[in-house]
């Protein structure tokens, strides 16, 4: 039976949200996921509503202790999530490769009212987690990312990155059928251009961009641009293997893939929003970074899920690239991007898993 994956989830005092989350990860994802938490000012104990709150629903955090991050550094994680603003803010940096999400909730210790009130919000909180935060850490790709030399920050809530290597192998004789497949299947999926917008991995996508800022209108998703483009009657065209299969993806998901060649981008990766200054030239042109979300390196803007930058873009001669997709959190999952993609490179000729 394979070891389990390890989470390390992090708040400030380490006495309410993130005791909440261990408990909860623990509880239902046992024996998939092995969960700790720990604060970066830790307090003195576990907050008491927040043991009763999980006592409620048959969890025993009371022999839970507030741990100091620092005790956690040099241990193998294969996910850290921040659960308020302060430690996203304050989040250290790991030795070894690990992703970093953000899902950010409410303090309960600021709660204010009657006993009853304040024991709500403590309820309230501990059920959020549970939605979001446990669905999260069941959905994540760490087995697509696994092995991979990157750190990775997420800094933008609801998103997940999930992270393939390819290779452009040998016989792409069956390229074309697969091409045309995705392209049959869309224009099955959707009657009319119209009905991409309220799809559910296109909703939420415009929902995720609006939060970083970006009018999801003016600068659309890639894949619903790409999607729009299929359903007006233009075909997926034959570019290299690995960008086909690329497109695919993003068509069959209706997420924004990027492809980016070995060694085009650094191994210290944040996504985030751009700030003011922030451009590259894209595939289009010169495009303005502003509000947009984005993925940057130790050097400056790598990709953004709108339109794609010439530093990374796959040559001709390219014969290994990374792939990634950005998801939206509770939508598409990394298991769904796993199977999808591996089902496209076994019909096109493209090595994946390198």
Same mark, same amino acid.
């Given at each position: 039976?394979?070891?389990?994956?390890?989470?390390?989830?992090?708040?400030?005092?380490?006495?309410?949200?993130?005791?909440?989350?261990?408990?909860?990860?623990?509880?239902?994802?046992?024996?998939?996921?092995?969960?700790?938490?720990?604060?970066?000012?830790?307090? =003195?104990?576990?907050?008491?509503?927040?043991?009763?709150?999980?006592?409620?629903?048959?969890?025993?955090?009371?022999?839970?202790?507030?741990?100091?991050?620092?005790?956690?550094?040099?241990?193998?994680?294969?996910?850290?999530?921040?659960?308020?603003?302060?430690?996203?803010?304050?989040?250290?940096?790991?030795?070894?490769?690990?992703?970093?999400?953000?899902?950010?909730?409410?303090?309960?210790?600021?709660?204010v009212g009657s006993d009853e009130?304040?024991?709500?919000?403590?309820?309230?909180?501990?059920?959020?987690?549970?939605?979001?935060?446990?669905?999260?850490?069941?959905?994540?790709?760490?087995?697509?990312?696994?092995?991979?030399?990157?750190?990775?920050?997420?800094?933008?809530?609801?998103? +997940?990155?999930?992270?393939?290597?390819?290779?452009?192998?040998?016989?792409?004789?069956?390229?074309? =059928?697969?091409?045309?497949?995705?392209?049959?299947?869309?224009?099955?999926?959707?009657?009319?251009?119209?009905?991409?917008?309220?799809?559910?991995?296109?909703?939420?996508?415009?929902?995720?961009?609006?939060?970083?800022?970006?009018?999801? %209108?003016?600068?659309?998703?890639?894949?619903?641009? &790409? &999607?729009?483009? $299929?359903?007006?009657?233009?075909? &997926?065209?034959?570019?290299?293997?690995?960008?086909?299969?690329?497109n695919c993806l993003s068509a =069959?998901?209706?997420?924004?893939?990027?492809?980016?060649?070995?060694?085009?981008?650094?191994?210290?990766?944040?996504?985030?929003?751009?700030?003011?200054?922030?451009?590259?030239?894209?595939?289009?042109?010169?495009?303005? $970074? =502003?509000?947009?979300?984005?993925?940057?390196? +130790?050097?400056?803007?790598?990709?953004?899920?709108? %339109?794609?930058?010439?530093?990374?873009?796959?040559?001709?001669?390219?014969?290994?690239?990374?792939?990634?997709?950005?998801?939206?959190?509770?939508?598409? %999952?990394?298991?769904?991007?796993?199977?999808?993609?591996?089902?496209?490179?076994?019909?096109?000729?493209?090595?994946?898993?390198?």
């Open positions: 039976m394979a070891e389990p994956k390890r989470v390390l989830i992090l708040c400030t005092g380490n006495s309410c949200r993130s005791q909440m989350a261990e408990g909860l990860v623990n509880h239902e994802l046992a024996g998939i996921w092995m969960a700790r938490s720990a604060g970066t000012r830790p307090a =003195e104990r576990v907050h008491p509503l927040a043991v009763e709150a999980m006592a409620e629903v048959g969890i025993d955090i009371s022999g839970g202790t507030p741990e100091s991050v620092d005790r956690y550094l040099d241990a193998p994680w294969d996910l850290v999530i921040t659960v308020c603003d302060s430690a996203k803010q304050s989040c250290p940096v790991f030795p070894g490769p690990v992703e970093t999400l953000h899902s950010s909730f409410p303090d309960p210790a600021d709660a009130e304040i024991m709500n919000v403590f309820r309230a909180v501990r059920d959020d987690i549970r939605k979001r935060l446990v669905e999260q850490v069941r959905g994540w790709s760490a087995g697509a990312s696994e092995g991979s030399p990157f750190e990775i920050r997420v800094e933008l809530e609801g998103w +997940e990155l999930f992270w393939a290597k390819l290779a452009s192998g040998g016989d792409h004789s069956g390229l074309p =059928e697969v091409r045309q497949r995705v392209v049959d299947a869309v224009r099955r999926r959707y009657a009319d251009a119209s009905e991409i917008a309220a799809s559910p991995p296109i909703a939420a996508l415009r929902k995720l961009f609006r939060a970083a800022g970006c009018d999801p %209108t003016r600068y659309r998703p890639s894949s619903e641009a &790409l &999607l729009r483009r $299929l359903v007006k009657g233009a075909d &997926l065209p034959s570019i290299h293997p690995l960008v086909d299969v690329n =069959e998901l209706g997420v924004p893939c990027c492809v980016m060649r070995e060694g085009s981008f650094g191994s210290h990766l944040v996504f985030r929003a751009g700030v003011a200054g922030e451009k590259y030239e894209s595939l289009r042109g010169p495009f303005n $970074l =502003e509000n947009k979300p984005l993925l940057v390196d +130790e050097t400056g803007p790598v990709d953004a899920p709108i %339109t794609g930058s010439t530093r990374v873009m796959v040559e001709p001669a390219t014969s290994q690239a990374w792939m990634v997709a950005y998801l939206p959190v509770g939508v598409v %999952t990394g298991d769904d991007a796993q199977r999808t993609l591996g089902a496209l490179a076994l019909d096109s000729g493209v090595e994946y898993p390198v």
